[in-house]
């Protein structure tokens, strides 16, 4: 644990100090907050912490486990009915957008979060798929994905019924 943690704090130098890190952090600090529990300093360490886990994902370690989960996602089971059994692709990219969806939406939402027992991305708060681009494009500096694919994605997965899981560390 220890390990993990000075890991970290390498990590956010780094990524906090990079242009396309700095660049996405200046555009969160810019967010009006809604009227909720949910304060900057919450919003802040979530996605740095959601950013490091997806950073580190190692999608060829990773197995979907017998509730469907895998990498910060938990699959409908219309998603392994049948003989498939292919991974789904890009885990760790789609569970950082799904996350930081999520947390974006809570920061900008005008009513309480706090009883939102949902795992799927809120209805409530505003979207931001520009600034969720930012962090994805600074997380995975090969890809270039742009504001348009995350807001389909988002919808795709509310469709679909793919909901929110915790990260697992992998060793």
Known sequence: MIKTVKEFKVWRAHFCCSPKGKSAIEGMKKLRQGDNEFPYGNLESSVLSTCFLAAKYLPKKDQMDSCRRIGGLQLPVS????????????????????HLSTFLK?????????DWVGKKIPDFGEDHPDLVAKFVNAVYSDENIPAEGVGRFARK??????????????D
Do not use: C, M
Request: aromatic share 10%.
């Open 79 to 98: 998603a392994v009915k049948g003989s498939s059994k292919r991974k789904p692709q890009n885990v760790g990219r789609n569970s950082l957008i799904l």
């Open 106 to 114: 809570f920061y900008t939402s005008d009513e309480s979060t706090f």
């Open 157 to 170: 997965s509310q469709k679909d019924g793919i909901r929110l899981a915790h990260w697992k560390l992998q």
